[in-house]
């Protein structure tokens, strides 16, 4: 028989399932607690649940399927692991440690591979493989707490996949983030390369997180060139949608912008953009180009011509961050991650 994979309950599902094979509501409480905040890697770590039933657990369920294949550590500290699916799939997943203690970041991913084909990423590279489902998402960072036993405080939809592009599974996970594993939506960050009416009905949803667009060009020209899904949903489309988006939720949204060498980062581009984002409540992260093996010849900015462009973009008087690189050494950082079994 089938076991039962207790990681894609809800609460109430969890103490349907206990109730119907005879035990208190108590004592699913107790497991739920177990799972999703104790950090528990077996039914045998719950001490606290009788002998019988740990042995009926063991039996008929597992807390999840999806195992971790292999685990990497930077020299900052970030972690970077390949997981393993039931059919053998894989994808990777990074969990940060900022210097601030109370900020543990976990970077998931949403799909195997990306079919949105960006020219200077390394997870399109390999094509699409198939849509992660919503426990496949949550146990990346329910398999990250057991193996840390630390406590997940911010998720990021940033790893490999187009969320969007898996919208039903991402917005059960998001809840399950929310209830069961009991992280505030304001500490969720979706990333999207910019499926314009996905844009919409996020807005639309129970629970929204923070938007962040991959917008990375300051016009449809330089856009197109790097990002294919450009030629379905234009950067004008892109612009409403966005408007529309913080109107809704009244919230600003995050424009990443990676920097890549002589291609946007001129003084040019910086004017455009300051000009396209005129009417849109955001923050502009900017992202030094990292640079992938054998992919395009892109090179990452040096540092005065990305403090340059920082300093260009604050006149607008937009805040203005350069993402910080982490896990670079172990090809963790955005953008580099392949899913390759080293
Ligand atoms: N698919 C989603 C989310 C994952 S990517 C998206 O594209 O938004 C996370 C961020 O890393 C995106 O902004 C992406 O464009 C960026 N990225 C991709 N390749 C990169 C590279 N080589 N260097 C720096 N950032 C990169
Ligand atoms: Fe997919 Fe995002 Fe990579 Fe583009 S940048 S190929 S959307 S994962």
């Keep these: 028989m089938e076991k039962i994979i207790l990681s894609k309950l809800s609460k109430d599902e969890l ?26 890697k077996s039914f045998d ?79 399109g590279k390999n094509g699409f493989k198939r849509n992660l489902l919503p426990y496949e998402i949550v146990s990346q960072i329910l398999l990250c707490q057991m193996d840390t036993d630390l406590k997940i405080t911010n998720v990021v939809f940033m790893g490999q996949g187009e969320p969007l592009d898996n919208f039903e599974n991402v917005t059960r996970a998001i809840e399950l983030i929310n209830k069961n594993l009991q992280i505030s939506i304001r500490r969720m960050t979706l990333s999207t390369s910019g499926i314009v009416p996905k844009i919409y009905e996020l807005a639309k949803n129970n629970l929204v997180p923070t938007l962040a667009i991959s917008l990375h060009a300051p016009n449809h020209q330089i856009r197109k060139e790097i990002m294919p899904v450009e030629k379905r949903y234009d950067i004008n489309s892109l612009q409403r949608a ?25 003084d040019k581009c910086a004017g455009e953009l300051i000009e396209f984002l005129k009417d849109i409540k ?9 640079e992938v093996e054998g992919l395009s010849d892109f090179k990452k900015p ?39 079994v080293k």
């Design 302 to 340: 040096d540092k005065k011509s990305s403090m340059r462009f920082k300093y260009l973009l604050e006149k607008s008087g937009k805040k203005v961050t350069i993402r910080l690189e982490r896990g670079a050494d172990i090809d963790a950082a955005c953008g580099q991650l392949a899913g390759k």
């Design 282 to 290: 955001c923050n502009i992260n900017l992202i030094p180009y990292n």
């Design 45 to 123: 770590d719950m001490t606290d649940v009788k002998k019988e039933f740990r042995a009926f657990l063991n039996e008929n369920c597992l807390i999840t399927d999806c195992k971790i294949k292999q685990r990497q550590i930077s020299n900052d500290g970030t972690i970077k692991y390949l997981i393993e699916f039931k059919d053998g799939c894989v994808a990777e997943t990074v969990l940060m440690r900022f210097d601030n203690r109370a900020n543990l970041s976990m970077c998931v991913s949403s799909q195997v591979g990306c079919k949105m084909g960006c020219i200077f990423c390394a997870t």
């Design 15 to 40: 103490v349907d399932y206990i109730v119907s094979n005879n035990e208190k509501k108590y004592r699913a409480e107790q497991i739920f607690s177990w799972i999703w905040a104790k950090n528990a």
């Design 242 to 266: 966005l408007i529309d988006f913080s109107n809704q939720t009244k919230d600003r949204v995050t424009i990443e912008y990676i920097l890549i060498g002589g291609l946007n980062d001129t």
